[in-house]
């Protein structure tokens, strides 16, 4: 006998089985199902959820905008750093008449804090017997100290080198001499061709 | 409208080639390649190896005391150099180095731009002087000077405009005397001027 009728009530019925059914048939749920309905959201929080969203979407926002003006802000500083410092080799960009000679120690404060020293710069110039030497204090706007630390020995490094500047003085004095002596031999000849040859 | 883009193309291709060749010529460098004569060092008793580019220029520049009358003068003679470069051998025999030495130099300094202001050539004191020039858009751009003298040898680069006159009366200062020579070719030192 096969099982078919059982499964899904196909194939030849088995008597006992269809005198079961109808006995217990009796005893079947007859209501329809209960509507499963989901929850309906409310205008409220609607506005709410969108409200929401905006939100997270603004602070987002407002996140970058910080972070890209604190960047900004970091290279900024930098760059003012920078100038400063190249400032303190080239004599003829300070004020006043401060020279590469007269600088020793620049004192570098905060326009917040102006009286706490941040961060001192030993520069060593051309140091000139006659001249005493002065402190020079330069103010930067926000100046970092951790930048200030990065960046200033690097510039003063790169820029300010006693020995390389006395050098180079007199390495140009040097040349620009050796070069005028023979312009001037030059001049001497032309001028004087007695004993010189066909001047071409 | 073809034709007009035709006329166009006319007029406009005279005119960059005219701005390409400007260009050219501003951008050309007064700059000599003379480290070919290095190899005179191991020979010379004497050597004198400038080399000072637009950077060390300016440090150069910064330490030159401006309440110094002599240090103003130089200040006056480097104010827009972009470098200055001088190799000078000094031997102790005559004929340590070669003419083609200086074949290298030569040649560069008959490419465009260069033109040669004076040129020297003593037979009785087998030496060469000789003064170049480039000019560019009407100024000095730069100068050569070759003094090839039998135990002597000097090759100076100055680039960036220059007064030859203010330069030419640098000698004498720094603490050094100015040479006069005389009529008869003697050689007698001078009075500072």
């Avoid at chain 1, 905008?65 to 900024?76: D, E």
């Avoid at chain 2, 004569?37 to 401006?66: C, H, M, T, W, Y």
């Avoid at chain 2, 001088?86 to 070669?98: A, G, L, Q, T």
Wanted: with cysteine; net charge positive.
């Amino acid at each position: 006998m096969r099982d078919d009728y059982l499964w899904d009530k196909s194939g030849q019925p088995d008597p006992e089985i269809e005198r079961l059914e109808q006995l217990l048939g009796n005893l079947r749920y007859r209501r329809p199902a209960q509507d499963l309905p989901l929850p309906e959201r409310s205008p409220v929080q609607t506005r709410r959820s969108t409200f929401t969203t905006f939100l997270a979407a603004a602070a987002a926002v407002l996140l970058m905008i910080t972070a890209a003006g604190f960047w900004l802000t970091l290279r900024s500083n930098q760059k003012e750093t920078a100038r400063a410092l190249a400032a303190v080799v080239e004599p003829g960009s300070l004020p006043g008449a401060l020279n590469a000679a007269s600088i020793s120690v620049i004192t570098v404060r905060t326009t917040r804090e102006p009286n706490r020293p941040e961060h001192n710069i030993i520069a060593t110039g051309a140091s000139s017997p006659e001249k005493p030497r002065r402190a020079t204090v330069i103010k930067h706007r926000e100046p970092s100290v951790a930048l200030l630390a990065k960046a200033a020995p690097q510039a003063l490094r790169e820029r300010i080198s006693e020995d390389e500047g006395v050098a180079a003085r007199e390495q140009l004095i040097k040349a620009l001499h050796l070069t005028s002596a023979k312009l001037n031999q030059v001049q001497r000849k032309v001028l004087d061709n007695k004993g010189a040859g066909p001047v071409s | 409208m073809k034709l007009m883009l035709t006329k166009s193309l006319r007029l406009l291709c005279p005119a960059l080639l005219i701005i390409v060749a400007a260009a050219a010529g501003y951008s050309q460098d007064a700059r000599l390649q003379i480290s070919n004569l290095d190899r005179l060092e191991p020979k010379a008793s004497q050597v004198v190896d400038v080399s000072i580019d637009g950077r060390l220029l300016q440090i150069a520049i910064g330490f030159l005391n401006p309440k110094d009358p002599e240090h103003a003068k130089v200040r006056d003679v480097v104010a827009g150099l972009k470098g200055v470069y001088v190799k000078s051998y000094e031997f102790d025999r005559p004929d340590e180095y070669s003419p083609a030495d200086l074949a290298s130099i030569s040649s560069q300094l008959k490419g465009p731009g260069w033109s040669r202001m004076v040129g020297i050539r003593s037979a009785r004191d087998k030496e060469t002087l000789e003064v170049y020039m480039m000019l560019v858009g009407g100024k000095i751009g730069g100068i050569a000077v070759i003094a090839a003298e039998p135990k002597q040898l000097t090759v100076v680069n100055i680039i960036g405009p220059i007064d030859l006159e203010k330069l030419a009366a640098l000698e004498g200062n720094f603490g050094i005397p100015k040479l006069k020579i005389k009529g008869d070719g003697t050689k007698d030192k001078g009075v500072r001027p």
